[in-house]
């Protein structure tokens, strides 16, 4: 399917106008992964932040190790556990939602009752996989890697590409307006409930989708961190969503181009993030000098 990709970009290595290292057909992959990846997170996270959910994200982003873990278990591929994977991720966000409407417990604090748990689950179910699967393939899953980039990866990218900007286009007014003002949001008859549902859906989908690129460990920074950076300078909410996506995609882009360009021994998650912390601090900056 993306064979005329690769030659295209080894054609353009022959003619000397791309580095060598364009011929590698899994370094396409990972760059079609990225410009997949960025506007998705950049999105999303702008109503993470709006609706102040960060360790919402943190604790699916968790949630995937135990869903690696029993996909492995289970005897899915150790590549590509996706039903477990899947199946685990919505449930345990499905869970999250549930467990909110029926108690009195603050939101953040339930969050963290579910991230622990997530995280201890994972952990315990890991040290036991390691035990049975090359080690490797467990640090690709924490932190992510430009080679495990396959075809599916990019199809299922495609697939939560498609998918959310539909929903963005048609819900995406309702959305944020659920996420600013729920009461102004429940009188004009918008049913705050699904919209809840439907967002922490999402995000299960979306990690997931994401994780083989980033990392269980690092996918929650990347919907957190490009949109907390556009907030310090966007002065409404279109300008926040653009640069969020902006940032978002360039730390991707970078993420995956510069250590492979460097030779740096650093996995394609953590210099994703590395480059999205740079833009945090480049706006932080650049909101001192306008005096805000």
């Not at 430009?146 to 590409?161: E, K, P, T």
């Not at 961190?225 to 907030?231: G, L, V």
Request: a neutral charge; charged letters at 10%.
């Amino acid at each position: 399917m993306l064979e005329p990709v690769y030659l295209q970009a080894d054609a353009w290595v022959a003619a000397g106008w791309l580095p060598d290292m364009f011929s590698y057909d899994f370094l396409i992959n990972a760059l079609l992964a990225s410009l997949m990846i960025g506007p998705l997170l950049g999105l999303l996270g702008t109503l993470v932040v709006v609706k102040r959910l960060a360790f919402l994200s943190e604790a699916v982003g968790h949630s995937v190790l135990t869903g690696v873990s029993m996909g492995i278990l289970l005897g899915e591929p150790i590549t590509a556990p996706w039903i477990s994977l899947f199946t685990f991720s919505i449930l345990f966000a499905l869970l999250l939602q549930w467990v909110k409407g029926r108690t009195t417990v603050p939101y953040d604090a339930l969050i963290g009752v579910f991230l622990s748990f997530a995280l201890a689950m994972g952990a315990a179910l890991l040290l036991y996989v390691a035990k049975h699967v090359n080690a490797h393939l467990i640090e690709q899953v924490m932190f992510g890697s430009v080679l495990v980039a396959a075809a599916d990866d990019l199809i299922a990218l495609l697939v939560m590409s498609i998918l959310v900007f539909i929903l963005a286009w048609r819900y995406g007014n309702q959305a944020y307006l659920v996420a600013v003002a729920p009461d102004v949001a429940h009188a004009q008859r918008i049913n705050v409930r699904v919209h809840d549902y439907g967002f922490v859906l999402l995000i299960a989908l979306v990690t997931v989708a994401a994780v083989k690129i980033i990392g269980a460990i690092l996918v929650g920074a990347l919907l957190l961190i490009p949109a907390a950076s556009a907030r310090l300078i966007a002065e409404n909410l279109k300008q926040m969503i653009t640069w969020s996506v902006i940032i978002s995609t360039s730390s991707a882009l970078l993420g995956v181009l510069v250590p492979m360009y460097g030779e740096w021994a650093v996995s394609s998650g953590p210099a994703i993030i590395l480059f999205a912390c740079v833009w945090f601090a480049f706006m932080l900056i650049a909101r001192q000098l306008k005096g805000v």
